[in-house]
Structure formats: C-alpha cells, structure tokens
C-alpha cells in the first residue's frame, strides 16, 4: 500500500518540477540551468496485463536546449525486486522517447539510500548486459537545514531535505526553521509545501510537532492540514462546553461517556450533543435523540 511519505518524496516534483536543478549539486552532477519543466504521464503500461507506473516523471528544458526526462521513484525501503522494475522503466522511457533519460530514488533512511544506490548487473556473472546505477537523494547526503534564511532561499528544497532527513534527532529544529520560512512565503507556494511535509512525516512522532507548528507559526494560512487543526480546536472547545454545562447543572458524567464527548472531532454532532445538555437529566441523554 502506498503511504503519504511515499507520496510526498515524489509529489513535491510534481509541485516543484525545477527542483532537481538544486538535486544536481547534490548529486555531483551537471545537467545545466532548467528553463521549464513538464509533468509527464507515469503510466508505462503496454498491451499486456502487467501495469507498471513510474512515480513521478517529468521533461525538463535546459537552457543550453538539451532537455531531458527525470523519472523519480520514492523508496521507503528495500526491495530486491525493484532494481528489475527500474530497469523496465528506464529501458522503455528511452526506447519511447529517444533522449537523454535520468532515474533519481528519494529515500528517507541512510541504508535504504545506500541499497538504492549500488550498482546493480544484470546479464551473467562473466558479462553485464546492462549495469543499473540510479541517482539517489537521502539523509547521506541532503543537507540538514537548519538556518532560516538558507529555508527561505529555495522552501521547495528545504522541505525535501526535511522529508529525507524525518528519522534525524534533530527533526524539531528542521522543522521549527521551514514553518519559520514559510512565514515570508506566498500562500500558492506555501501551502502545498505545509501539506507535503505533514504527508512526509507520516505517522512519525514528528508529524504532531509539524501540527502543533502549523496551529501556531501557520496560522493564518489557510491549506487543509491548516484548517483541519483549527476545526481540532473548535472541536476540543466544544466538547469542553458540553462538560462544562453537564457539571454546572449537576449530571454526573461517568469516565465512558465523558471520554467520548471529548475524543469526539465532529462538530456537528458535538453540537447536537451540547443542545441537548441544556436539557439532560442523565449523561445518556446527551447521546439520544429525543
């Protein structure tokens, strides 16, 4: 099943597609400057029931006019399967296409990265028909950003380094410098990248610091990952009105049913619930249509 940090290594391309101009410093490599770049289709189906889809990929122009394909998978782990799948994809972008072809593998832990990145040989152990080596970007070796002003030279490439670097000890501090950057950053620009980092956290105890940074330092953006944590706290209010007003009337609210008013986040129901407080004689009743 694919999971949001999968979805965010590969997406913010997708969002960013002239991302992989500042990759290239990291990666060593020269592909020189993009002038444009173009989201492609990633289906890589042929008239056979096998489906293959690439993640993310992408032609980018240079301006020297030597444009080129960039095919981006995330890779949460390792998987002996995948460097034959790589291969396919590589194979067939270059057989369809006809032009200069990178593969690039975003990885969010250092072993995974450096599995990714060995050469892989496919052919007989005496002769290599095809030597499989994809670029890879990883804790090793994207950079841990800490210094807001670096943030807000390029918030793109800041929060795919911190999507890389979501395991680091020092998470907080990354964290606590991109939502400080994006303080200064146009909402269309912003807003995507918030959404982007909380789906590269994952479920990770990071991405709660990520929330509770966006409630505060973000708070008068309005993406979704935004608005849900405001309609949290209309929530958690709510529910404290209710329980509020059961004791002030006297209706004793047993621990069951006072752990489900406050782990309730549907304000609509809430709302239902505190109407009928006004009434109530019994802690049940709150639940109950009368």
Known sequence: MVS?????MHRIFQEHPSLF????????????????????????????????????????????????LLAIEAQGRKDPEKPATWAYYYAHLL?????????????QNRSTAEWAARPTHFGSPEHAVITLRPLVVGPHNMPVITEVAAARKDPAFTTLALITHADDPDIGAILKTLSTALRDTPESIANPLVELTAQGLGNRPAARQWRNLVAVDLSFYTSPLSE????????????????????????????????KIADCDDLHLLDRWFSRAVTATTAEDVFTEQ
């Open 4 to 8: 949001s940090p999968h979805e965010a």
């Open 21 to 68: 101009s500042r990759l290239s410093e990291v990666l060593g490599i020269d592909t020189g400057p993009c002038s444009s770049a173009d989201v492609m289709p990633t289906d890589l189906t042929e008239n056979q029931p096998l489906e293959r889809r690439v993640d993310t990929l992408l032609r980018i122009e240079t301006e020297n006019g030597s444009p080129f």
């Open 95 to 107: 057989n369809k296409y006809r032009m200069r072809t990178l593969l690039l593998v975003v990885c």
């Open 228 to 259: 849900e944590i405001r309609d949290e706290g209309r929530a958690k209010g709510r529910a404290e009105d209710i329980l509020r007003l059961l004791e002030l009337r006297g209706v004793a609210v047993p621990d069951k049913a006072r752990e």
